[in-house]
């Protein structure tokens, strides 16, 4: 074969598959911020109220946590050298992570590349044939990914449905491992799994509990503990809990906590630890910083809910629907993915960032705008999101008046 046919055929590939995703209404083209990661920030040349990231506690531009990432850089260098395994493993990493577990009442933590490495990580280094997996319907997709590692059975229950979850375990016995996942806080409903509940069906049938805490870290628990904290779990050595240093953390990684033979077992088998490269200093200094300011200063998280409780009461007012959420997650649902695409620009028209989401990213006749409040935004940034909210959601019909 010429390569010119090759070069013809890679640029069918390539064209058949984006026009499929274009007429499927799936195409992402990203918005770029012009200025950093903050409560306000610059889209299109223009100041926006930002509604659409996960940094919950607005460490991702905070001076104290750019000054100690600045200070690990200086001390240590750019980057890590080496896989963790080899050559990679700095006394810095190592200093992290009993810090981190200390923050997080768990025996051991190990820290990976992001959040989506480590379930890829945990569960394909977990999971055995013959072992069965009950993952709630809305678990996270590098749940999902993470799943596709291991030969085990897996079923799929009903969200947050622990009838569901029940009846499954009874028709599926096995002498393997048993494995019910959930995530803590799910990201697009922002409600919170019955961990409590699930912890105990789980016993009932010698399942351990694997909680992704992906959104509840440093939102919920004592100081930012965690879902698992909330729950007064932390010290349950039948729960493993995976989470992200991305989302409210502010900066990049993710990590499991729990016992030091998971660690252990992760440092030998986990695929992500083992075959691509640790965190650079910075990443290590920044989290480090995060950890710390979160437990010196209670006002960040008091702040985050403060704007939590108050923009979810004040869209109720204005008549939108939130979904049931109980975290500062705040879905507003539009009905079909059209009107919510259509909110979100005449949103952007009026300053606020928030982002649209259709199907299949959620069910149909809900698609929605995700707003996540974070303890960076003022009242006066909330209300003027607020006022847009009322004249998009008037001018929709999704609201009267
Ligand atoms: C965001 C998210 C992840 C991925 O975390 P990253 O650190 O961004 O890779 C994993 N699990 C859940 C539940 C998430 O919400």
Do not use: C
């Amino acid at each position: 074969m010429t390569t010119a046919l090759q070069a013809t055929r890679l640029q069918d590939r390539l064209s058949s598959e984006l026009t499929r995703l274009k007429d499927a209404g799936l195409f992402i083209s990203p918005r770029v911020l012009e200025a950093p990661q903050r409560a306000r920030t610059r889209i299109l040349g223009r100041e926006v109220v930002n509604l659409a990231s996960n940094n919950y506690l607005g460490f991702a531009d905070h001076p104290f946590v750019k000054e100690r990432a600045a200070a690990y850089l200086h001390a240590w260098g750019a980057g890590a050298g080496a896989v963790r395994t080899i050559a990679g493993t700095l006394q810095i990493h190592e200093d992290f992570e009993a810090q981190l577990a200390a923050f997080k009442h768990t025996g051991s933590a190990l820290v990976l590349q992001s959040g989506f490495t480590t379930n890829q990580g945990v569960l394909g280094s977990l999971l055995q044939d013959g072992d069965l997996v009950l993952s709630d319907e809305l678990n996270h997709a590098s749940i999902i990914d993470g799943l596709r590692l291991s030969k085990a059975t897996k079923k799929v229950f009903k969200h947050k449905d622990l009838n569901d979850l029940r009846r499954l375990l009874q028709e599926h016995p096995t002498s393997g491992l048993k494995l019910v996942i959930t995530d803590g806080v799910f990201s697009m409903d922002g409600d919170i799994a019955p961990l409590g509940e699930m912890v105990k069906v789980a016993r009932e049938f010698g399942a351990v509990t694997y909680v992704d805490d992906a959104h509840g870290s440093g939102v919920l628990g004592e100081q930012g503990r965690g879902t698992v904290h909330h729950f007064g779990l932390q010290h349950a050595e039948d729960v493993i809990q995976v989470g992200t240093l991305s989302k409210a953390w502010g900066v990049v990684g993710g990590y499991a906590a729990g016992h030091q033979d998971l660690r252990e077992l992760l440092i030998n088998k986990a695929r992500p630890f083992l075959f691509s490269t640790g965190h650079p200093p910075a990443v290590v200094g920044a989290l480090s910083a995060a950890i710390e300011l979160v437990q010196q200063d209670s006002s960040f998280i008091e702040r985050l809910w403060d704007n939590t409780r108050y923009f979810k009461r004040e869209l109720q007012t204005l008549g939108f629907d939130i979904f049931g959420s109980e975290t500062p997650i705040t879905p507003v649902i539009f009905g079909e993915a059209p009107a919510a695409f259509e909110a979100s620009r005449l949103l952007l028209e009026r300053g606020i960032f928030a982002v649209g989401l259709g199907f299949p990213t959620v069910p149909k006749g809900l698609a929605r705008i995700r707003n996540i409040v974070t303890a960076e935004h003022t009242r006066d940034d909330l209300d003027t999101a607020l006022s847009a909210y009322a004249e998009v959601g008037r001018q929709l019909g999704v609201i009267g008046g």
